[in-house]
C-alpha cells in the first residue's frame, strides 16, 4: 500500500512525490505575491515555506499575513521557517525548524497539531529522534551543491531509500535540487522535493519552473514503476 502524506488538513499525497516550494531568501514582497501565485497555478505544488532567515519580526509578519491567503486558498500548506510561535498567531499550516534552531520538541508544544519539519541533514540518529519528538516529516539534505544556502553537510541519496523503506514518517529531499538532477531523489522514494532556485531563478519564470519540476517528477517516477523488479534465483535440488 502506498504511503500516504499529509501537510495540512486533508492535503494528502500517495507516491510520487510532489513539489516542496521554499520561498527565496529575501523578496520584494509587492512584486513576489504575484510570482507566488502564478507559480502555484502552474502544476502541483504540496506545500510552500516561508523562509527569511534574519528579517526583522514586523517585515516577517507582513509577509505571513500577504502570503497566506495565496497559498492556503489553492489548498496548498504554508509552513514558516523556525518561528513556530508566529505560525501560531498568524494562522499558518505549521513550521520547519532546524538543528540550530527551536528545539523540535519545544516547537510540537508550540505547534500542537500542526505540521512540524526537522532538517536531519545526513543523520539517521537525528531523523530517529525528530520522529520520537513529534516530527510530521524530516528533511535531508543537501543532496547537491547550493548556493541558497550555507550548506556544509552533504546527504547522501542512500538515506533516502533506507528511510523510505523503514519509516512510515515522509521524508523531504532538499539542497541544490533542479529537474535535470531529482531523478535519483525521486528512485530513491522521497516524498518531497523541496526546490528554491530552480523554481524561483527559472530563465522563463517561475510558472516555468514549476512546471519543470513537476515534468521531473514525472518522468522519474515512471521509469521508476516500469523497472523490472528483481526476480529470486529457483533453488536447484
Not at 509578519?61 to 508566529?86: E, G, H, Y
Not at 494562522?91 to 520538541?105: C, I, L, P, R, S
Not at 516530527?135 to 550555507?150: E, L, M, R
Not at 515522509?170 to 522521497?190: D, F, H, K, Y
Request: aromatic letters at 6%.
Amino acid at each position: 500500500m502506498a504511503r500516504r502524506v499529509t501537510l495540512s488538513g486533508g492535503v494528502q499525497a500517495p507516491e510520487p512525490c510532489r513539489l516542496y516550494l521554499v520561498t527565496p531568501p529575501a523578496i520584494e514582497l509587492a512584486s513576489f505575491t504575484d510570482q507566488l501565485a502564478k507559480a502555484l497555478d502552474a502544476g502541483d505544488v504540496a506545500c510552500v515555506q516561508l523562509r527569511l532567515k534574519d528579517a526583522a519580526d514586523d517585515v516577517l509578519k507582513r509577509a505571513i499575513d500577504a502570503l497566506r491567503p495565496i497559498v492556503q486558498s489553492r489548498n496548498v500548506a504554508f509552513l514558516i521557517n523556525d518561528r513556530p510561535d508566529l505560525a501560531v498567531a498568524h494562522g499558518a499550516d505549521g513550521a520547519h525548524v532546524g538543528q540550530e534552531d527551536v528545539a523540535a520538541k519545544s516547537a510540537r508544544k508550540i505547534l500542537g497539531d500542526l505540521t512540524l519539519g526537522v532538517t536531519c541533514h545526513n543523520s539517521r540518529e537525528l531523523a530517529f529522534t525528530a520522529g520520537e519528538d513529534g516530527a510530521d516529516y524530516v528533511a535531508f539534505g543537501a543532496f547537491f551543491p547550493t548556493q541558497t544556502k550555507d550548506a556544509p553537510i552533504r546527504a547522501e541519496v542512500e538515506i533516502l531509500s533506507w528511510w523510505s523503506e523503514l519509516m512510515e514518517l515522509p521524508s523531504v529531499a532538499i539542497g541544490g535540487i533542479t529537474a535535470e538532477n531529482c531523478a535519483p531523489l525521486v528512485t530513491a522514494g522521497t516524498d518531497f522535493l523541496a526546490v528554491v532556485g530552480a523554481v524561483w531563478n527559472h530563465p522563463e519564470g517561475p510558472a516555468a519552473g514549476v512546471r519543470a519540476m513537476n515534468e521531473a517528477i514525472t518522468a522519474a517516477t515512471i521509469a521508476k514503476r516500469s523497472k523490472p523488479k528483481p526476480q529470486k534465483s529457483a533453488l536447484i535440488n
